[in-house]
């Protein structure tokens, strides 16, 4: 089993969707949730940082977290055709002066205009 | 610029012949990670380097060493490549005491 689980995808939704994107992890010393966003040909970028449960928002985006279910959530509101793109979930553990960094596979994702 | 650039972006080779990827950063940080990308697997450590002097191994060394040759520079080498060795290998930067990972635009290495 890996220690995080993604939908691959992909996804299709029409502009202005409300968009979901979950992962599921088994390592419970898990503490700090990402986001990355990844465009065609282009390397992954931080999307968003979360620290422990609860949510974060920023814009038309919001990061939860459910330590307790081991579950995360990506969700992105009235969705553009610019969100199309490749988006990772990625985990870590404080580890001394190393946080390796667990990402899952990405799910894809377009939105149709 | 980019604030993490590598080179190539793409790169034919053949079976058994030695590789080197090029990772630069003008981002100031001294920890450093080679990633490669697969589908279906994700991202998967190779190695990674916190200064000059300090070289470790990740998930999948074998078959790929590293050089940091400078605070700025890292690179990647496939000694003696092979067909499963096609991938996506992304080069990486982190500051201290942050999580996020800064990435370069990838290269794309075909190995025939």
């Known amino acids: 089993q890996k220690e995080v689980e993604q939908d691959p995808g992909p996804l299709s939704v029409p502009e202005g969707a409300i968009v979901s994107l979950n992962c599921t992890y088994s390592n419970s010393a898990f503490q700090y949730f990402m986001w990355y966003r990844q465009y065609s040909r282009k390397g992954p970028e931080l999307l968003m940082y979360t620290y422990s449960s609860g949510n974060k928002e920023d814009g038309r985006f919001t990061a939860q977290v459910d330590k307790s279910s081991k579950y995360i959530s990506l969700f992105i509101r009235d969705s553009q055709p610019s969100d199309s793109a490749t988006y990772l979930c990625?985990?870590?553990?404080?580890?001394?002066?190393?946080?390796?960094?667990?990402f899952g596979t990405g799910t894809k994702l377009q939105v149709i205009p | 610029d980019a604030d993490v650039t590598q080179t190539p972006r793409n790169r034919i080779t053949k079976t058994g012949k030695r590789i080197m990827l090029e990772c630069s950063q003008t981002k100031g940080h001294d920890r450093m990670y080679w990633y490669r990308q697969d589908p279906g697997l994700g991202l998967r450590l190779i190695y990674y380097?916190?200064?000059?002097?300090?070289?470790n191994k990740g998930e999948i060394s074998d078959g790929y060493s590293v050089s940091r040759q400078a605070q700025a520079k890292f690179s990647l080498s496939l000694e003696s490549a092979i067909p499963n060795q096609t991938a996506l290998y992304f080069c990486?930067?982190?500051?201290?005491?942050?999580?996020?990972?800064?990435f370069g635009e990838g290269s794309r290495l075909t190995v025939l």
């Open positions: 990625a985990m870590s553990a404080a580890s001394g002066g190393y946080q390796k960094v667990t």
């Open positions: 990486a930067t982190r500051g201290r005491g942050t999580g996020e990972l800064f």
């Open positions: 380097s916190f200064d000059v002097k300090d070289i």
